[in-house]
């Protein structure tokens, strides 16, 4: 398994925004544990070995949200991403459990530096996404890449990390050849819920094949902290438009004319708190008829992704977008 780091890999919190670098955790069997993080099972992956990982394939991105440290986010990304691949510990199961998406050839966790001292730092994190979107538009369109095909999932601020890396990718266009971009699928996206409809993201949102969101009216932390938070982002920040109200908390707000109408699939479900998203196999709640962190909730979301890049029907009903 390839993990793709914009983060200083040295400190465990509170890290820099740095260029890309790959990691690789050799011999991923089922059984491989999770917790505690396996730190030194990473290896610095040379750029030959990417490519020849990358090179030509269908590559989906895992991104976490604001606020997850090093070891946090390489094991629950990668407890998701070993699933995805199909080789997951949910295969031996009682009954077994496949997450194994075939609509992608290569799944790739994603590690960025949002996670800064305290909350209150939300609102200055911006230039970080937007550094890190830089670096991953490069990596996007170098040489050690060579993706045919680009999908993201993403939960709560990974939304605003991938959609910004689009946009960064698009703007080297017409210097470099850039692979398609087919999926993003928005968990608890922490953006605003006008992103899909605004004239900022509209480039991102045109190349983008399909979109899927995935969203709860019970995540405290969409209804606590993100309108305050938003808020100020936007006072601090060029460019930065929408209203206060996260496109992870009640779904997308679209104009009648809106182009992402057409392409953009919801799916609501009332009972997701913001952790119930990604398998958490560091994390004290973790039941215990589950490994890795995995739980009912969070096997709902994997699903539903998987169903949504298998082009298959989800087990959580897609609703109309008002």
Request: net charge neutral; hydrophobic share 50%.
């Amino acid at each position: 398994m390839l993990i793709l780091s914009f983060r200083d890999m040295s400190t465990p919190r509170c890290s820099a925004v740095t260029a890309a670098a790959a990691y690789a955790l050799d011999a991923i069997v089922p059984a491989f544990p999770w917790s505690p993080a396996p730190g030194r099972a990473l290896r610095l992956a040379g750029w030959l070995e990417v490519q020849r990982a990358l090179q030509g394939k269908h590559v989906c991105f895992l991104i976490h949200g604001f606020n997850v440290d090093r070891d946090g986010g390489y094991t629950g990304l990668g407890a998701m991403a070993q699933e995805m691949a199909g080789g997951g510990a949910l295969t031996l199961a009682h009954p077994p459990i496949d997450l194994r998406t075939l609509g992608v050839d290569v799944v790739v966790p994603v590690l960025w530096a949002g996670d800064w001292y305290l909350p209150i730092n939300y609102p200055f994190l911006l230039g970080d996404i937007r550094a890190t979107a830089r670096h991953f538009a490069d990596f996007i369109w170098s040489a050690a890449s060579q993706m045919r095909r680009v999908s993201f999932v993403t939960h709560s601020m990974g939304a605003r990390v991938a959609l910004e890396t689009v946009l960064q990718a698009l703007s080297a266009q017409e210097r470099y050849s850039l692979p398609v971009f087919d999926t993003a699928v928005f968990t608890a996206a922490a953006v605003t819920d006008q992103a899909l409809d605004l004239a900022y993201f509209a480039p991102a949102v045109a190349v983008l094949r399909r979109i899927a969101v995935v969203s709860s009216t019970a995540d405290e932390v969409l209804s606590g902290a993100f309108p305050w938070g938003n808020a100020a982002e936007e006072a601090l920040w060029w460019n930065d438009p929408g209203r206060d109200v996260a496109l992870g908390l009640d779904g997308p707000q679209l104009s009648l004319a809106a182009a992402a109408r057409a392409k953009t699939s919801w799916y609501p479900q009332g009972d997701h708190k913001h952790s119930d998203y990604l398998p958490r196999p560091l994390a004290p709640d973790v039941p215990a008829r589950y490994v890795n962190g995995w739980s009912d909730k969070r096997l709902r979301v994997a699903e539903t992704a998987q169903a949504v890049l298998d082009g298959a029907a989800a087990p959580i009903p897609r609703q109309p977008i008002p």
